[in-house]
């Protein structure tokens, strides 16, 4: 609907291409094969015994044949299209094969339908590479000026917030092996059911993925740019409201919610340290500790038996309070540093992060001054109350249960919502020009008039006050502060989140924060090589979108320096 | 009436004195020229004019106020600069590097940017409407949502002059405004100078280009080893036997009063690489 249509040059009627003929055979082939049981032995997630029923990864796999309709007409960017949809899909069946087999105790108790499904995907990659590479880049667009561009073009923006997250709670809601933080790296043992769910899952985020490719290639990504792009505020407002109706599909659990929870949380600090990174391009490697800093004071004013002060303030002002003491903290170390460049800066705040952990390891009462509990932490927070509402007790809204972790899961909302709009209106904003600008050639900022100190230390001070904020939040929301809580690793890992996701956008922090938080988790069943497959993935990740998952316009066109003018360097 | 009065301003990088008793007066509305041989020290007295290095000794005044240390400071007072090898934000657009020019002459905060009330916004549609109209100025109206590495080399100098005039300066300092020029770019420089300084701004630049120089400029310093070594109308200074031979090198005879210990050597043997 939205790509262009171009003129074959090899005349499509008179002689089919072999490429189309193999291409088109191997997909005929694999949708056969997901209508085919693919195991002989029940318990594999998705029924896979069954036939008729594209279940499980059946149906990932019948999704990325569909592309091959794209034969029946010269479509631009098809060939590339059809490539990396062939690529994927055997990555996807060869993977699901393997799980398949593994859990069912060898490749004897594979289905039927496996078979078909190999030969196809083999078919449909060497076809896909065979086709006619003649057809012009696929470029977006946007519908016509037409009086019914807006219901069609917000409908279409509105439903790409509610997919996108549609398609994350499916991802969440799939059976995971433990729930643990996402950087909690001991491993549990595993049973063969855990392994085949996490097979399930890494052949739908990989099948995700390879949709996303293809839309790319197709223009769809393009096009879907330029409509969000106008309709910026709808976008927004659609992805908030399906967020926030999340709880109700829950019907009164709340384990995803709790998941979701910890992953807003994180995604809030990662929005926050974008800030420093992002923006003002400051390297922080310790940020999580005003993320420990915030979490240590909620909990010390939570009114917590463990916690030492007994004190106990209104969350509201402790979240407020909480911000401010981590911001105090980013000045007091952001004063005498920002004076540093690079390197040596990230060494301060790698240093000032395990500072902070070893500190509020020792003020036990024994090596220091009696304030944290030591290792052991705050711990014992009590449930929020506002007014006679109960965070801790379950409730029922419109005739549907919500258990209790939806009322943290929407605080955590509310605070992600917060440090969003903060970041963006803040980016856009003479401040977030004058960060960029140091970031960018700091001596020409000074001399066009920009305090670069001056903005250094507060992008430095917003950045932990914002961690701080976060940090109160998820004290309540884990009921404890503990410092193994508040490791380098957790630093890296938010910074991973920024760099993965891509520098300086909301989307990417929000899409990086998620994917770090998740994938680990969902590895599980690779035991040790679990953090090498992690690496090498996010390796993968760097190497092909070096401008991260979702590139801001800028980085996007940092990365791919090819595309502008060479004339510009040409004298230079 | 003067704009930047510089007064015995010296620098001096351990045992090479780079700029030395150096004085300069820039009156209103003029456009000073600023030449002398490679290593002269013309950039680094720029430098000191601007905040960028701190005078060894000396002091300058901007329109009979002591110049602030730090360079954005001093931006603010009112001297605006661009650099010999061109510094502008690249990775934002010409428009965006505009507008940050605007960054002392607007007051939004962090409250005012995540509040966006009346007064943010009306800031902000100022800002960009006096970006435009320096875009145009420049001869750049077409390119603003271009980003400024992707300009070509000539329009990256004027844009960089965009921004510097953005600060709203009473003086605007160029650094071979026209290096790496080709003539027909160089002659449209001269129509933008001129009109610089038709909106009431002074300018000092330093340039290579002597038909450029002596073509455009009201006054013409001469800088020879960090000193100077005469100030005069383009006429005197293009007439005087020492400037040519602090350029060419040719030995003189008994007019060596500034120059006096360097006696028969080339200007080309005598650099000092400091023009950074």
Redesign the interface.
């Known amino acids: 609907m939205t790509t262009q249509t171009v003129t074959e040059t090899s005349g499509a009627r008179t002689a089919p291409d072999l490429g189309v003929l193999l291409t088109g055979a191997g997909a005929v082939l694999l949708a056969v094969s997901a209508f085919l049981p693919w195991a002989g032995y029940a318990g594999f997630p998705g029924k896979m015994t069954l036939s008729g029923y594209p279940g499980g990864a059946r149906l990932y796999v019948l999704l990325l044949a569909l592309p091959a309709l794209a034969l029946l007409r010269p479509v631009a960017g098809r060939a590339a299209a059809l490539r990396a949809a062939a690529n994927v899909e055997l990555a996807v069946v060869a993977l699901t094969v393997y799980f398949v087999a593994y859990a069912g105790g060898g490749f004897v108790n594979v289905g039927g339908g496996v078979y078909p499904a190999m030969i196809g995907a083999v078919l449909y990659v060497v076809g896909s590479r065979r086709l006619p590479a003649t057809e012009a880049v696929a470029e977006g667009m946007a519908f016509p000026d037409a009086s019914w561009r807006f219901p069609v073009e917000s409908l279409v923006v509105a439903g790409t917030a509610g997919l996108a997250l549609w398609l994350f709670v499916i991802g969440l809601g799939m059976p995971i092996s433990s729930i643990a933080s996402g950087s909690d790296l001991t491993l549990g043992p595993l049973s063969i059911n855990d392994v085949a769910n996490s097979g399930q899952f890494l052949a739908y985020v990989i099948t995700i993925a390879g949709l996303a490719l293809v839309a790319g290639r197709l223009g769809l990504l393009k096009s879907l740019t330029i409509m969000t792009g106008r309709h910026p505020k709808l976008f927004v407002a659609a992805g908030f409201i399906a967020a926030a109706a999340f709880p109700f599909t829950q019907s009164g659990s709340g384990e995803s919610l709790s998941i979701a929870a910890r992953i807003g949380v994180f995604a809030a600090a990662a929005v926050g340290l974008n800030i420093v990174v992002g923006l003002a391009g400051l390297l922080d490697l310790g940020y999580i500790a005003f993320f420990g800093v915030g979490a240590y004071f909620g909990a010390l004013v939570s009114g917590s038996v463990t916690s030492v002060t007994g004190v106990h303030l209104p969350f509201a002002l402790t979240i407020v309070l909480g911000g401010l003491v981590s911001g105090i903290f980013g000045l007091l170390l952001g004063a005498p540093t920002l004076r540093l460049r690079g390197d040596y800066l990230a060494i301060v705040t790698l240093g000032f992060g395990e500072i902070f952990r070893i500190t509020v390891n020792n003020l036990d009462g024994s090596a220091g001054p009696s304030l944290t509990n030591g290792p052991n932490g705050v711990s014992n927070i009590p449930d929020l109350a506002l007014g006679s509402f109960n965070f801790g007790a379950n409730h029922t809204l419109f005739g549907i249960d919500l258990s209790f972790q939806s009322n943290y899961y929407w605080l955590e909302l509310l605070l992600l919502a917060f440090v969003m709009?903060?970041f963006l209106?803040?980016s856009?904003?003479?401040?977030?020009?004058?960060w960029?600008?140091i970031r960018?050639?700091e001596?020409?900022?000074?001399?066009?008039?920009?305090?670069?100190t001056r903005l250094k230390l507060?992008a430095f001070a917003?950045g932990a006050t914002l961690a701080g904020a976060a940090g109160t939040v998820n004290a309540h929301v884990v009921k404890v502060a503990a410092p193994d809580s508040f490791t380098f690793i957790e630093s890296a890992t938010l910074l991973a989140a920024i760099i993965l996701g891509g520098m300086g956008t909301v989307p990417g922090a929000l899409l990086g924060a998620t994917v770090l938080y998740l994938l680990p988790e969902k590895l599980r069943f690779l035991h040790d090589l679990r953090l090498l497959v992690f690496g090498i993935a996010l390796v993968l990740i760097m190497r092909l979108r070096p401008e991260g998952l979702v590139a801001s316009k800028?980085?996007a066109?940092?990365f791919h320096e090819h595309e502008?003018?060479p004339?510009?360097e040409?004298?230079? | 009436m003067s704009v930047l009065e510089a007064r015995a301003v010296t620098k001096r990088f351990g045992g090479l004195t780079a700029v030395k008793d150096v004085d300069l007066v820039v009156n209103e509305g003029e456009i000073l020229g600023l030449i002398g041989p490679n290593g002269a020290g013309k950039t680094t007295f720029f430098n000191c004019l601007t905040g960028m290095e701190t005078p060894t000794a000396g002091d300058v005044t901007y329109k009979g106020a002591p110049l602030p240390k730090r360079p954005d400071l001093i931006t603010r007072a009112g001297v605006a600069r661009t650099f010999q090898n061109i510094r502008l934000f690249n990775n934002m657009t010409a428009l965006e590097n505009v507008i940050v020019g605007r960054h002392t002459r607007t007051r939004a905060g962090v409250f005012a940017a995540v509040g966006r009330g009346p007064r943010y916004h009306r800031e902000e549609r100022e800002s960009e409407e006096t970006a435009r109209e320096l875009l145009t100025f420049v001869g750049l109206g077409k390119v603003g949502d271009e980003l400024a590495k992707s300009l070509p080399y000539g329009d990256q100098r004027r844009l960089e002059i965009a921004r510097a005039l953005a600060t709203e300066p009473g003086l605007l300092l160029l650094d071979e405004p026209t290096a790496g020029m080709n003539p027909n770019e160089t002659a449209a420089a001269i129509d933008l100078v001129k009109g610089v300084q038709a909106r009431g701004i002074a300018v000092v630049l330093i340039e290579h280009d002597m038909r450029f120089v002596f073509g455009l400029c009201d006054r013409v310093a001469v800088l020879v080893q960090g000193q100077k070594l005469l100030e005069g109308s383009p006429a005197e200074v293009q007439s005087d036997d020492r400037v040519i031979a602090a350029y060419l090198g040719k030995p003189t005879e008994g007019d060596t009063a500034t120059g006096g210990d360097t006696g028969g050597d080339t200007v080309e043997g005598d650099v000092e690489g400091d023009t950074a």
């Open positions: 709009t903060s209106r803040l856009e904003s003479r401040i977030g020009r004058a960029v600008a960018e050639d001596l020409a900022a000074a001399a066009t008039g920009i305090n670069t507060l917003l800028r980085r066109r940092e502008t003018d004339a510009a040409a004298v230079a």
